[in-house]
């Protein structure tokens, strides 16, 4: 055996997930003629008459993506629609059908399961997508919701993961950390209401962060952006695992490294504060934390006059040759490698 051979992973903790994915997923085959795109992008990709069927699957575990103990049911149905939703929209997409797979333990009663039924219709209705099956199961311990996403696209308008090109431009849309932020308030609630059950838990003050966590909003409204503004991306991800792990998808993808302005990313009041309060790096909270379901995407140079004065994209960097890396400048102007830390919930 060489010395190389020994460093191969051998578990899945030491794969970690997208390590998992691309080694059981290496090799697959496609055959058929209308599958323009398998795996490795937000969603896949078939042919389907003069546009793109775009298919796309999440799926959220009780104990790993959510806690019984904080999270509203009906929030939790809204939020299962809303992250697969986001994958669409990350193809420049627009969703049309959802399933569901839903596996109920016999802790859940009927109420509560309608409660979240209750919160998947309320995101078909405010997304105007038709909600068209699924499957149901018991489950030994837990709750699980999967669900399965179809969307529409353009042919010409599609945007995968990587075609961006060196001094493109890196953007963002809205904010990013208050999704972790909000479950730092919500984690920190338990604690306390677990060590004192008489305790009222006290979220006032933070409803912004904890709406990004508990309940995000996937960006319809910047896949509409683009279409008034005539922008098409020349690549796309949404921020499911934090801004240094898909930052680190996109240049992988276009095979280039890039250079992010820390003073640039755009983090709200009330994380900044409540990172402080926690003694922490705001910083941290948009490069590591997760769930902003926000999108990030390169634009052309020549577009920047289009996307300058709208409050709700953020210029954060640009694109490099794949020699400088990825890198942060920070405020005080030296120059750090992005690690990806991310959501890795696979990985010790
Ligand atoms: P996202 O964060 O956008 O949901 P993921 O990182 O989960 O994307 O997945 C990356 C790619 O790998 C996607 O194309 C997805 O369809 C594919 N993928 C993820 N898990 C599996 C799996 N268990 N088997 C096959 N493909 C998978
Ligand atoms: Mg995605």
Known sequence: MTEEKDKTPKTIAELGEFGLIDLLTKNIELTQPSTVRGIGDDAAVLENGDKYLLISKDILLEGIHFDMVYQPLTHLGY?????????????????????????????????????????????CKRYKVDFIGGDTSSSVQGLIISVTVLGSVDKDKVVYRGVSLPNELLCVSGDLGGAYAGLLILEREKAEFTANPDMQPDLTGNEYVLERFLKPEPRQDII???KDLKIKPTAMIDISDGLASEIKHLCNYSDLGCAIFEDKIPIAKQTYEIAHSFKMDPTVFALNGGEDYELLFTIRQEDYDKIKNIAEISVIGHMNDNDSGINLITKSGSLVKIKAQGWDHLKK
Do not use: C, W
């Open 79 to 123: 939020k299962a629609v809303a992250i697969n939703l986001s994958d669409i929209y990350a193809m420049n997409g627009t969703p049309t059908h959802i399933l569901v797979g839903i596996g109920i333990s016999s802790r859940y009663t009927l109420e509560a399961v309608q409660e979240i039924y209750k919160g998947i219709k309320l995101a």
């Open 224 to 226: 509409k952006i683009f």
